[in-house]
């Protein structure tokens, strides 16, 4: 059982009628729909279609009398049932599910609480004192052959899965190319018989397979318990998300049935780590090429020309783009640096590399793209201004330089380099190039890591595009204290008054924020400018690999949040990644195939011709399978992203520690929010079309249950495999000092 918010379903949103109701129920035509609480979600895997009667019964009553009676909506695979008073008490709401409605494996029970109420009289006190609805029980009535009981309903052993009779298997997942299901049902008992139903969101249900359809075609129909063999072709329906429900049904609890070797054939796109050939290793005669990394902190990918900003906004990056390969499609694994970098530097999830809490350190048992590099010969120079990314944190290690830019006083380095061509010249000159002077012919990797344009935002002139008229402070205390002005340059604790008091935030104000945002990408993108005129200027490019990224990017409130760490929602992960080879590959051209910051490492030590660790969880994005003409075969390829635990301040009032996490699947994306505490823990989730709604608006969970469940799967298979891996690995731990901490403060990270 699921609960859902409110506003996931259109029913909420007005546009009703009162119930009718026999008569004995009378509203005047001004009543008016008032919910109060989630919608329920209950799933109910049927067997067989049959009588079936759903019970429930609710909390005891708790509402005074002189308000309306509450109401429940019933939805039974998104058709509505009707609408039943549910006072609470001693009265179950009692309905029957008709056996035309019924489906075949995966059915949806929805149950939407609400009032009806003349809002001229009663609106106030309904709003003050209603419930949602308390549900004490849900007993489903019909017929089963199978006993009540909590022995499994399958036991799987080998590729054999031996099945109780009244039970059902499903299995989601997203169909190959050239699709065909494979097997064999033994029937284990006479009475029993197996099917095969195929369920696909918005269509009726196909049955693919029954017994007593092979039987009849077979030519020996003496021996009931003789193996019946099943292929089935589902290329009609390759690329779609489908369940496939393994059924067995019999007249007693004792009747059970077996499916040998149940195996789903097909094409499928590239996933993590597979079929990646790397471009041929240099030779003697070829120069190996140095890499530059560079890097701007919280730029998320549309504030960027090659994404979609205005013409002129950034025109190095645009510069940088038609001489490299811009990946349209990519995504940070978390948003926020520590998380995103790792994963950037070692090749894998958060996870697997652990480093997900302020105090975790890099394991030093972790391949790490530095370290790959200087061990196979290259001159290794880190430039970093995020104290995320500290020494003490283990981010120092195989850099044979390593530079902590964020320990020089911000404010002396504005007033000492204010032009950002400068800034990148006195950078290069007083850190990359001294450690480049003694390289000899050894090639170099140059990880240059710019704080901005992260929070808080200070473009110095002329990049401060002024505010318009309408911007007069942002009011953001309490309603009675509403004449207190806060101007966004007076304190960096405005970030947490922002997320803290969002409602009070006002148009003019946030256009404030997004273009004093725009203005420091703008001086960013005029640092990028002097280092690719430097790399020009001295021939260096001729030899070099740049790549262009971002570590997260950054939400304007487009889901209640201001500022990055918690959300995975596009505008805090999906970044710009472009990569400019020397050897002209990919020039100019847009990859709309996924592409993930864990790639890197497969991607630059491929292009090194270094070894890439095996156990790497990236991919070569210049690999042959990357290049293939079948390429849009990698658009399958899922793509995970790991927020922060968002803490409550109090458990006073059971605040629960809520955590969100996100697998892609082509334009599918499903969130899943976990709350815990100490006593409890649930999950909700989100599902996105990002084809129909880029802007992730509109939650798809509730109404395609089989996408939803497919990426559900693959996301708990994930889950396991990571706990698999990571069984005996415990993350580093070691205590931030007091100048870190405080550093990590004032960029809002650390309390």
């Known amino acids: 059982m699921e609960v859902g918010n409110p506003s996931d379903h259109s029913h909420f949103t007005g546009g009703w009628y009162p119930p009718r109701s026999r008569g004995q129920l009378r509203y005047a035509k001004t009543a008016t729909s008032f919910t109060r609480g989630p919608a329920a979600v209950v799933e109910v895997q049927l067997a067989t279609r049959s009588r079936l009667t759903v019970k429930i019964a609710t909390g005891p009553k708790k509402r005074p009398d002189s308000l309306p009676a509450q109401f429940v909506t019933v939805l039974w695979n998104d058709e509505e049932l009707g609408t039943l008073p549910a006072d609470g008490g001693s009265i179950p709401i009692r309905f029957?599910?008709?056996?035309?409605?019924?489906?075949?494996?995966?059915?949806?029970?929805?149950?939407?609480?609400?009032?009806?109420?003349?809002?001229?009289?009663?609106?106030?006190?309904?709003?003050?004192?209603?419930?949602?609805?308390?549900?004490?029980s849900i007993e489903f009535v019909g017929k089963s052959s199978a006993q009540d009981d909590l022995a499994p309903a399958a036991v799987v052993e080998d590729d054999i899965i031996n099945q109780k009779a009244g039970t059902v298997i499903t299995h989601y997942a997203v169909l190959p190319d050239d699709a065909r299901l494979t097997g064999r049902f033994v029937t284990g008992s006479p009475d029993s018989h197996g099917s095969i139903v195929l369920a696909l969101d918005g269509e009726v249900e196909t049955t693919l397979f029954r017994t007593e359809a092979a039987l009849e075609a077979a030519a020996d129909t003496t021996d009931p318990g003789a193996e019946r063999g099943f292929d089935i072709d589902l290329a009609a329906f390759a690329g779609r998300a489908a369940g496939?429900?393994?059924?067995?049904?019999?007249?007693?609890?004792?009747?059970?049935?077996?499916?040998?070797?149940?195996?789903?054939h097909g094409t499928r796109g590239v996933e993590h780590g597979e079929g990646d050939e790397h471009q041929p290793k240099p030779t003697l005669e070829t120069k190996r090429p140095n890499i530059l990394l560079?890097?701007?902190?919280?730029?998320?990918?549309?504030?960027?020309?090659?994404?979609?900003?205005?013409?002129?906004?950034?025109?190095?990056?645009?510069?940088?783009?038609?001489?490299?390969?811009?990946?349209?499609?990519?995504?940070?694994t978390g948003a926020t640096t520590r998380v995103s970098v790792a994963s950037m530097l070692t090749g894998h999830y958060p996870p697997r590399h652990g480093v997900t809490e302020e105090e975790h350190r890099l394991a030093r048992t972790l391949p790490y793209l530095p370290d790959l590099l200087e061990e196979d010969g290259y001159t290794t120079v880190g430039v970093i201004d995020n104290p995320q990314l500290s020494a003490d944190r283990g981010f120092d290690r195989g850099f044979d330089t390593f530079e902590e830019l964020f320990r020089i006083d911000e404010n002396d380095l504005r007033r000492d380099h204010p032009e950002p061509r400068k800034r990148a010249k006195w950078?290069?000159?007083?850190?990359?190039?001294?450690?480049?002077?003694?390289?000899?012919?050894?090639?170099?990797?140059?990880?240059?890591?710019?704080?901005?344009?992260?929070?808080?935002?200070?473009?110095?002139?002329?990049?401060?595009?002024?505010?318009?008229?309408?911007?007069?402070?942002?009011?953001?205390?309490?309603?009675?204290?509403?004449?207190?002005?806060?101007?966004?340059?007076?304190?960096r604790k405005i970030l947490a008054l922002i997320n803290e008091n969002r409602n009070w935030l006002d148009e003019a104000s946030l256009r404030a924020l997004r273009r004093r945002y725009a203005g420091e990408v703008a001086y960013m993108d005029a640092y990028l400018g002097w280092i690719l005129d430097h790399l020009d200027e001295t021939g260096l490019r001729d030899d070099t690999v740049v790549v262009f990224v971002s570590d997260h990017g950054e939400e304007f409130l487009e889901h209640d949040h201001f500022g990055h760490s918690l959300q995975v929602y596009d505008p805090a992960i999906r970044v710009p990644l472009i990569i400019s080879r020397p050897d002209g590959v990919g020039r100019g051209s847009i990859v709309e195939a996924p592409a993930e910051l864990l790639d890197l490492p497969s991607t630059l030590l491929g292009l090194a011709g270094a070894d890439v660790p095996e156990q790497a969880e990236g991919r070569d994005l210049f690999g042959r399978a990357a290049l293939a003409p079948d390429r849009a075969a990698l658009r399958v390829r899922p793509t995970l992203a790991y927020g922060d635990w968002k803490q409550p301040a109090t458990d006073k009032n059971g605040s629960l520690a809520s955590r969100q996490v996100s697998i892609r699947v082509g334009d599918s994306k499903l969130i899943r929010n976990r709350y815990q505490t100490a006593g409890e823990a649930f999950d909700t989730y989100e599902l996105y079309d990002l084809a129909a709604d880029p802007d992730e608006s509109t939650n798809l969970w509730f109404s395609r249950p089989v996408l939803g469940h497919t990426l559900r799967q693959q996301l708990d298979a994930r889950n396991i495999a990571d706990a698999r891996a990571t069984e005996s690995f415990a993350p580093e731990v070691e205590p931030l000092g007091e100048d870190m901490r405080n550093r990590l403060r004032a960029l809002g990270y650390a309390e």
């Not at 009806?116 to 209603?130: G, V």
């Not at 496939?244 to 789903?264: M, Q």
């Open 427 to 491: 950078t290069w000159e007083s850190f990359v190039a001294p450690a480049l002077s003694t390289r000899g012919d050894k090639p170099f990797f140059v990880y240059l890591h710019e704080l901005d344009p992260h929070f808080p935002y200070q473009p110095l002139p002329p990049y401060d595009v002024g505010e318009d008229d309408a911007y007069r402070g942002v009011p953001l205390m309490q309603p009675e204290r509403m004449h207190w002005l806060v101007r966004f340059d007076l304190t």
């Open 96 to 136: 029957s599910v008709p056996k035309a409605a019924q489906r075949l494996g995966l059915n949806r029970l929805v149950l939407m609480p609400h009032y009806w109420f003349d809002p001229t009289q009663q609106a106030q006190q309904l709003n003050e004192t209603a419930r949602g609805l308390q549900i004490e």
């Open 244 to 264: 496939l429900s393994f059924i067995v049904a019999g007249s007693t609890a004792e009747s059970h049935s077996t499916w040998v070797s149940p195996v789903l």
């Open 294 to 332: 560079v890097l701007f902190d919280t730029l998320r990918a549309d504030a960027t020309e090659p994404y979609g900003a205005p013409e002129g906004s950034t025109p190095s990056i645009a510069r940088l783009g038609r001489a490299g390969t811009v990946f349209a499609k990519a995504y940070a």
